[in-house]
C-alpha cells in the first residue's frame, strides 16, 4: 500500500508534465517499433527461406551442366556431363546417400491426341523419387525395371495431368514426345513452385534410359542430383565435388568451370534476398536508437530530479526515505518506458500492417516480438532510470530544502 | 520530550574544521511555546535540522519523546520525521502542481498505512486553519498567507509530537505574519508543542520561553 502510493507519485509526475514525458519517451518509441518492424522482417524472411530450402531439399546439391551461378535449369548447349561423372563422385566423395543422374529437357512439345503442351523433361533413375522426396500420387513410378528395359513409360506432372486428361483416369494414358509413344504410369504428387519460380509440376518423368536413347537421343545429363548423409558437411562435399569435376573435366585456371553446384545453403541465400549480415546491422541499429532514447531519457531525467529538487526535500522532510524517492524516480522512467513500449509497439504493428498490404515484402509479426519489445523496456527503464533515480535518493534534506 | 545535551555540529570545509553548535543543551516540555532567537550566522538553522532529524550532531545526545535520535538510521529517522515532527518552512515548500488539500494529504503516503479517513483529517485541518472554502485550489492561486497556513495544515496532519518551524513569517506581510502567529497561539493553547526558530524578536515574544543563540552556544533565556 505504501509502495503504491509512492510509485502513484511518480506517475503523476509524469501526467502533470506532458510536454516532458513526450520527449523521454520519442526515443523509446521509435526504437521499439523498428525493433517489431526488423524482427517481424527477419522472421517473415526466414520462413520463407525455410520453404524455399525445404521445396529443394534441405539435403540436397544439384551438380548442373553449365557454369555460372544459376539456379536450374541446366545450360543445354553444355554436353560434358556423363554418366561416368555419377560414378566418379559416387566413388570418390564420402558421406553422400544418393547420387543420379538427370536427363533434361526444357519446354518440349509433347502431344495427346490433339492437344499440344510445352513440358520439361526429366529423365531419371528409380532413385530420383528418393532423391526429391517425389513420389506419384496414383500410379506407380520410375522402376529399375523401366530403366534396364528402355519402357516407354511416363509418370507425368499435376499440370500435365490436367492439360491432357481433366478429369479422365490417365494410367494408361498415351502421349508422344518426339514421336515416341509414351504409356503414362503414374501422376507426381503436387509440388507448386520450382526454387527458379516455375510452374514445377508441368514436367515428364521417364527412365533416363528411355530419355537419353529413345526421346532426347542425347549421352550427356542435365545435372546430377546429390543427397548428402549430413547437411553440415554439404559445403564441404560441394567444395570436394568441384575440385573432382575440374580434374575430369580437365579444366584448369583460368578456363571456366563447364558446370555449377547449388546446394541448398545457395537457395537459403538467394531467398534470403537481404543478407544476414543487413539484417544484424538493421537490428543494431534499432538498439541504437533503443540506447539513444534511453540516454535522452536519463538526461531529461536528470534535469528533472535538479529541478525538483526542493520537491525532493520536502517529501524527505515529510517521512520519505532514501529507498522511497528511489522508487518514485524509478517508477517515473519505467512507466515512460513502458508506456513507450506501448506505443512503440503500437507504430511498429501499423507499420508491419501498411507494409503487408502495400508491399512484397514477407514479414511475420508473432507475441515473441511483443515479449522482446516489453524486456527491452523494462531494461532500458531500469538501466538509464537507476541513475537519476539515485542521484535523486542520494540528496541530503537539509542540501535540499536550502 | 525533547532534550538536547551538548549538542555539537561540526563542519568540514576542506579539512578545516567550522564549529557551529558548541555544545547546546536545553529539554523542551510538552505543550511549550519555545522561540530559539539569534542573528543570522549563530547555527539556528543547523540546530533545526538536527531537531528536526534531518541532520546529525558531530556530538551531544538528542532525545525525542524517549528515543535515542543518534543511533537510527535514514530509514529510522525518516520515521521519527513522518511521525513525530511537523515542519513549517519559511519558503512554505508546497508542490504548486497539486491542489492544497492534496498538498497536506502528502505526508500520509508515506505513512506505514494511508489511513481511511485521510481525506476527513485533511479537511479538518484546513478548516482548523481557515481554509475549508480553498481546499481544491493550488498554492500558486493563494496568498502566502494562505500557503503558508496550508503548510500548517500538512504539518498537523499526523498529529506530531512538536512543530518545528522555521522563521514562518519571513515570507509574509505583517499582517499576515499576525494572523500566522495567532494560530500558533491558538494550537499552543489547544496543548501543541511548538519550537520557532527566528531572528524576529516580535516573532519570538510570542512564545512563552525564548532561548537567545549567538556564536552556537545559547547565551541566555527570556520568558515572558
Not at chain 2, 204 to 217: H, M, S, Y
Request: hydrophobic residues 45%; charged residues 20%; contains cysteine.
Amino acid at each position: 500500500m505504501r509502495s503504491l502510493g509512492i510509485s502513484l507519485e511518480g506517475l503523476r509526475a509524469l501526467l502533470d508534465h506532458k510536454l516532458h514525458t513526450f520527449f523521454m519517451m520519442a526515443g523509446t518509441v521509435v526504437g521499439i517499433a523498428a525493433l517489431i518492424v526488423i524482427m517481424a522482417i527477419g522472421r517473415g524472411t526466414e520462413s520463407k527461406v525455410m520453404k524455399r530450402v525445404n521445396n529443394f531439399g534441405p539435403r540436397a546439391m544439384m551438380l548442373i551442366a553449365g557454369g555460372g551461378k544459376d539456379l536450374p535449369p541446366p545450360d543445354m548447349t553444355v554436353t560434358t556431363l556423363t554418366l561416368e561423372d555419377v560414378e566418379a563422385v559416387r566413388a570418390e566423395i564420402e558421406g553422400l546417400e544418393i547420387v543420379t543422374p538427370m536427363a533434361w529437357k526444357m519446354y518440349t512439345p509433347v502431344k495427346r491426341e490433339v492437344n499440344q503442351i510445352r513440358s520439361v523433361i526429366w529423365g531419371v533413375k528409380p532413385e530420383w523419387h528418393q532423391a526429391y522426396n517425389w513420389y506419384t500420387a496414383i500410379g506407380e513410378g520410375i522402376s529399375a525395371e523401366d530403366v534396364a528395359s528402355l519402357a516407354r513409360v511416363c509418370v507425368i506432372g499435376k499440370t500435365v495431368r490436367e492439360e491432357f486428361f481433366g478429369e479422365e483416369n490417365p494410367i494408361g494414358g498415351r502421349i508422344y514426345l518426339n514421336k515416341v509413344a509414351l504409356t503414362v504410369k503414374g501422376v507426381l504428387t503436387e509440388a507448386g513452385t520450382s526454387p527458379g519460380g516455375g510452374d514445377f509440376d508441368n514436367k515428364i518423368i521417364l527412365p533416363i534410359t528411355t530419355a537419353m536413347r529413345r526421346v532426347l537421343n542425347v549421352d550427356y545429363l542435365g545435372a546430377i542430383r546429390i543427397i548428402t548423409k549430413n547437411p553440415s558437411a554439404m559445403a564441404e562435399q560441394a567444395e570436394e565435388i568441384q575440385v573432382l569435376m575440374k580434374r575430369l573435366h580437365h579444366i584448369t585456371p583460368p578456363e571456366e568451370d563447364d558446370f555449377r553446384i547449388v546446394t541448398a545453403l545457395v537457395i537459403a541465400e538467394v531467398a534470403r534476398g537481404i543478407s544476414r549480415t543487413f539484417y544484424y546491422l538493421l537490428l543494431a541499429l534499432a538498439g541504437l536508437s533503443l540506447f539513444i532514447g534511453g540516454v535522452v531519457m536519463m538526461n531529461l531525467l536528470l534535469i528533472s530530479v535538479n529541478a525538483r529538487v526542493a520537491e525532493i526535500g520536502l517529501r524527505r522532510a515529510l517521512g520519505a526515505t532514501r529507498g522511497d524517492i528511489f522508487r518514485q524516480f524509478l517508477t517515473e522512467s519505467l512507466s515512460v518506458t513502458l508506456l513507450g513500449m506501448l506505443l512503440g509497439g503500437m507504430l511498429g504493428w501499423a507499420v508491419c500492417q501498411l507494409l503487408l498490404r502495400t508491399t512484397e515484402i514477407a514479414l511475420i509479426l508473432s507475441w515473441q516480438q511483443f515479449a522482446v519489445a516489453v524486456v527491452f523496456a523494462l531494461l532500458i527503464g531500469t538501466f538509464f532510470g537507476v541513475q537519476p533515480a539515485r542521484k535523486a535518493a542520494r540528496l541530503h534534506p537539509v542540501e535540499a530544502l536550502r | 520530550m525533547i532534550e538536547l545535551e551538548n549538542i555539537e555540529k561540526t563542519y568540514f570545509t576542506g579539512g578545516i574544521p567550522t564549529p557551529v553548535l558548541k555544545g547546546i543543551s536545553f529539554h523542551v516540555a510538552p505543550g511549550e511555546y519555545v522561540a530559539i532567537m539569534g542573528p543570522s550566522g549563530s547555527g539556528k538553522t543547523t540546530l533545526m535540522n538536527i531537531m528536526g532529524c534531518l541532520d546529525k550532531p558531530t556530538g551531544g545526545s538528542y532525545r525525542l519523546d524517549g528515543i535515542d535520535t543518534i543511533e537510527l538510521d535514514d530509514e529510522k529517522l525518516a520515521k521519527v520525521r513522518n511521525r513525530k515532527i511537523g515542519f513549517i518552512f519559511q519558503l512554505f515548500h508546497l508542490l504548486q502542481r497539486i491542489t492544497a488539500f492534496k498538498n497536506v494529504l502528502l505526508p500520509l503516503i508515506y505513512t506505514e498505512h494511508f489511513p481511511p479517513e485521510a481525506a476527513k483529517r485533511a479537511e479538518k485541518a484546513l478548516s482548523a486553519v481557515g481554509l475549508a472554502d480553498r481546499m481544491h485550489f493550488r498554492p500558486n492561486t493563494l496568498s502566502g498567507g494562505e500557503q503558508q497556513r496550508v503548510a500548517i495544515a500538512r504539518a498537523l496532519i499526523t498529529d506530531p509530537s512538536i512543530l518545528l518551524a522555521d522563521e514562518p513569517t519571513g515570507n509574509l506581510d505583517s499582517q499576515s505574519g499576525a494572523e500566522l502567529l495567532d494560530i500558533f497561539q491558538r494550537l499552543h493553547e489547544q496543548g501543541r508543542t511548538i519550537v520557532v526558530v527566528t531572528h524576529n524578536r516580535t516573532v519570538a515574544e510570542r512564545a512563552e520561553r525564548i532561548l537567545l543563540l549567538k556564536d552556537g552556544v545559547i547565551s541566555g533565556e527570556d520568558s515572558s
